[in-house]
């Protein structure tokens, strides 16, 4: 079974504070994800990378970044957390196929506060 | 991609065929119907995908309109465990990572 993992289930930080959220796959997946879920407003992507070191931006960018060092590690990052950054955050990750199925494999979340 | 519009929320009976409807009045010829499901407190889950023809698999069926503005997904026998909020997504399929755009979904509620 696939697996992808998120280093915490619920994190409490400070405004202004260096956060960083890490997600591990372990399927050798070239795509990874970074998304976070809102009430009402759904899942939306923040950024989202095919291969290492390589990244794209999603819909939402502004007040974040990631890395990709290594395949199976995508870490997101938040320079200066802020208040409205309080959120669900869900990373997921997906093989690349030749007719490009967009089966993604989600992990459980982290539940991010910033107090 | 094209847009989809859900029912916010539906009730299904323990048993009963549950018929989740999708309206994506403007998709285009090259683009799959994708439905994804999320229980309360976990990540996302693929349920299952289809072009024109209709699809079954372990889970549920996939039911496309001819004209394909419209789609059914349908979970021939709920359970409680079925209870989550159902995505449907429109697609190109592409050869390299593309994002999938979840909208706010269907919240199913089984009940006994």
């Known amino acids: 079974d696939v697996k992808v993992t998120q280093s915490s289930r619920y994190l409490v930080k400070r405004t202004g504070e260096k956060v960083f959220l890490e997600c591990v796959q372990d399927?050798?997946?070239?795509?990874m994800f970074w998304y976070r879920q809102d009430p009402g407003l759904g899942l939306r992507l923040i950024y989202f990378?095919?291969?290492?070191?390589?990244?794209e931006k999603g819909d939402i960018p502004e007040g974040y970044s990631v890395s990709r060092e290594k395949k199976e590690r995508f870490s997101l990052i938040l320079e200066s957390a802020s208040t409205n950054q309080t959120s669900m955050y869900l990373c997921?990750?997906?093989?690349?196929?030749?007719?490009?199925?967009?089966?993604?494999?989600f992990g459980p979340g982290t539940r991010l506060t910033v107090t | 991609d094209a847009k989809t519009t859900q029912p916010t929320s539906m009730d299904c009976a323990e048993g009963r065929a549950a018929n989740l409807p999708c309206n994506h009045s403007?998709?285009?010829?090259?683009?799959?119907v994708y439905w994804y499901r999320q229980i309360h407190s976990q990540g996302p889950q693929y349920i299952i995908h289809?072009?024109?023809n209709n699809e079954t698999n372990e889970m549920a069926s996939l039911i496309i309109t001819e004209d394909r503005k419209s789609s059914t997904l349908i979970l021939p026998h709920a359970t409680l465990r079925d209870t989550a909020v159902y995505y449907c997504?429109?697609?190109?399929?592409?050869?390299?990572?593309?994002?999938?755009?979840f909208g706010t979904g269907t919240r199913l509620q089984v009940t006994l």
């Open positions: 997921a990750s997906m093989p690349y196929l030749a007719d490009g199925l967009y089966e993604q494999y």
């Open positions: 399927m050798d997946h070239e795509n």
């Open positions: 990378s095919y291969d290492v070191k390589m990244k």
């Open positions: 403007t998709i285009s010829g090259n683009e799959y």
């Open positions: 289809g072009l024109k």
């Open positions: 997504i429109v697609r190109v399929q592409a050869g390299t990572a593309s994002k999938l755009t």
